[in-house]
């Protein structure tokens, strides 16, 4: 059916599955893949050279991994620190199924509420093993120094987190993410100290080296002094992270972009459910046109916060304290009694949008500007979040010792205090749960090239839990690719070795720089923050927290007119051979034309909901999303199309251990 609604914008190809899992019991896999994967022994490590781009949690865990067991790393990151990459910016925790608040958690748990999170549209088998190794990295994490919270008995103390009844997830404050890099930074200085590793700040990879089908190695440009370089080695790893930025407006690090990943893209390596993005419900509201970032506010909030709207229209711009309790809907707790203010993220963001759509949002009134038809508007785009009954409960200074640095944030960005004042939320992009296609061993379809953390599609599904990133980027980081990559690296030798003078390396080279001059040749009258700002816009409105196929089929037509018009009028000053901001930008900014077009089509070509993919056309009668599991039961992973269509393969997702059913959190 899918194929029928339109054939102007993909074609299909063959269908695709993974063929590295084992067969057997899912509690058995990991163990018997583990067991049946080659070894490469400890002198032969010394011979083989892998490069990690990145150094979040997913890559700076994985360079540091690999170094450790004998291999020669080259680690590359575009920041001026491997501490500065986008993990730091994580707050609210990381999940293990250790059951240490013995409130019947376990790893199958873990494994069933990430699946049924996901809205059954993540694979089964990567999710179990994720779940499975959880609890290591916890252990790993404290030997490391990280900080954990901890309760009265010494014991690491534990949260709540969206999408579950139990409490899973660990934590330090709200600087979860800092801790944790701060761990995985330490181990992979070390590696560079030992010279197992090295490192390679400001620069950025622009290409991917593929000679004879295999992924050999990446170009790079070095952002202080603009030389275009060469890397070679056996192997690649991509831990980028997500392409959120694509939106514009997101939670993102400014920096944050998909060049890496679609570099990859365009030499062969599919990309899987492009369309699936997360809009989190709890992020500091859209204040102005000005804005260039948004500000996450951790859903470790939604844990004693309370989530309300006047339940009358003309109350919305009362001050909040004048609003008496009768007069207010609790709807989280009021639409979904069993999970109240902790449903996953999909579920939240959506009822706050539908609140404002009513007109019972709160805050100041916005201007929002229709793409299409260019008519304003005027609406509040807020929700409270309120923290009165927790501070009767717990104390003002019992609320400070879990949130008190989240409270501080708050109030440095919007003048007000959240001890005294409800804080205002809204939705806002966040993380991407689609990602370049992995294997079971995290391999892309191109041999050689592995994808680990938030640049993979493989563990999330429609839909991420909360506190579930952290844990994905250090899952393969450091236990995943470690035991993996050895039944690759283990023949290495039989490809042989490659330098600069190799025909790929050559290619990839010049066409690098080819790109570079035509941007720098354009020398128009358009900034390129313009074209980002525009093409963001065009994203939210049509390809957002709700998508409909006459806006889906607008938006593609619309970025397309606009990548044009980049092409002919961006404004990119100065040269290659020097710091170059706006080159830097403008570079990202054309591979966000390209994924932002795939990312449309993928949404529509999927007529159905599920988690984060919501199509008006199909929910059920109470507006929820409604997937069509006779259709839709795959992954949507696609091969770049060479300047023509995009190309599909569908790899069935195939349930063994978890029954499909609708997902009620109810």
Not at 27 to 45: D, G, I, M
Not at 511 to 531: H, M, P, Q
């Amino acid at each position: 059916m899918s194929e029928t609604v339109t054939n102007d914008f993909w074609q299909v190809g063959d269908e695709i599955a993974d063929t590295k899992a084992p067969a057997g019991p899912i509690e058995q896999k990991w163990s018997k893949r583990k067991f049946e994967a080659k070894l490469v022994n400890p002198a032969n490590r010394r011979k083989i050279t892998v490069i990690v781009v990145g150094t979040g949690l997913a890559g700076g865990a994985a360079a540091a991994t690999l170094g450790e067991a004998g291999y020669h790393v080259q680690n590359f990151c575009y920041q001026d620190s491997p501490r500065r990459a986008h993990s730091i910016a994580a707050q609210g925790g990381i999940n293990a199924a250790k059951n240490y608040k013995n409130d019947n958690d376990s790893t199958f748990r873990l494994f069933y509420d990430t699946v049924k999170g996901g809205d059954y549209r993540s694979r089964e088998t990567n999710v179990y093993r994720l779940a499975e190794v959880s609890a290591n990295i916890i252990d790993q994490c404290v030997a490391q120094g990280v900080p954990f919270a901890r309760e009265y008995g010494g014991l690491l103390d534990n949260r709540s987190f969206g999408g579950v009844q139990v409490q899973r997830t660990f934590y330090a404050r709200g600087q979860t993410g800092q801790q944790l890099l701060i761990g995985a930074y330490q181990s992979l200085e070390r590696q560079v100290a030992a010279g197992t590793v090295q490192m390679h700040t400001r620069h950025e990879m622009l290409d991917l080296i593929v000679a004879d089908g295999r992924a050999r190695g990446i170009v790079t440009r070095n952002m202080v002094t603009g030389a275009i370089e060469t890397w070679t080695a056996d192997a690649v790893v991509l831990a980028t992270g997500g392409y959120g930025n694509v939106f514009f407006l997101s939670t993102n690090a400014m920096g944050c972009n998909v060049t890496a990943a679609w570099r990859a893209h365009r030499k062969g390596a599919y990309f899987a459910n492009p369309c699936y993005t997360q809009i989190h419900p709890t992020c500091i509201p859209v204040h102005g046109e000005t804005q260039s970032k948004l500000t996450l506010m951790s859903e470790s909030l939604r844990n004693d916060g309370r989530i309300w709207v006047p339940k009358r229209a003309e109350d919305c711009a009362k001050d909040p304290r004048e609003i008496p309790e009768e007069d207010r809907d609790y709807y989280l707790e009021r639409i979904y009694p069993a999970f109240g203010n902790l449903v996953p993220r999909d579920i939240a963001s959506r009822q706050a949008k539908n609140m404002c759509d009513e007109g019972r949002g709160v805050g100041p009134e916005v201007e929002e500007r229709d793409p299409q038809t260019g008519e304003t508007r005027l609406r509040r785009r807020g929700v409270y979040l309120d923290f009165a009954d927790a501070i009767n409960r717990l104390t003002k200074k019992g609320v400070s010792d879990k949130y008190g640095n989240l409270f501080d944030m708050y109030a440095q960005i919007t003048g007000e205090n959240p001890y005294d004042v409800p804080m205002r939320i809204y939705p806002a992009v966040h993380y991407t749960m689609g990602g370049l296609w992995v294997d079971y061993d995290l391999m892309s379809s191109i041999p050689g090239l592995y994808v680990a953390g938030e640049a993979n599609f493989s563990d999330h599904g429609a839909n991420r839990l909360g506190a579930s990133a952290l844990m994905q980027g250090l899952a393969d980081g450091y236990w995943v690719l470690s035991n993996t990559m050895c039944d690759y690296l283990a023949d290495v030798s039989k490809h042989g070795t490659i330098d600069d003078s190799h025909p790929a390396v050559q290619e990839a080279l010049a066409s690098t720089k080819e790109r570079i001059n035509k941007l720098l040749a354009v020398k128009g009258n358009r900034t390129v923050d313009s074209f980002h700002k525009e093409l963001g816009q065009i994203m939210w409105e049509y390809c957002g927290m709700e998508r409909r196929e006459e806006g889906l089929k607008y938006a593609i037509g619309r970025i397309r007119e606009l990548r044009d018009e980049f092409w002919r009028d961006v404004k990119v000053t100065g040269t290659n051979e020097d710091f170059n901001q706006t080159l830097e930008r403008a570079g990202r900014v054309a591979d966000f034309f390209e994924l932002g077009e795939l990312m449309c089509i993928d949404a529509l070509h999927r007529r159905e909901s599920c988690g984060g993919h919501f199509r008006a056309e199909s929910q059920t009668e109470d507006g929820e999303a409604l997937r069509h599991d006779d259709q839709y039961l795959y992954v949507g992973a696609w091969e770049w199309g060479n300047g023509g269509e995009p190309i599909l393969h569908k790899e069935p997702l195939i349930y063994e251990a978890i029954e499909l059913k609708q997902r009620s959190y109810k």
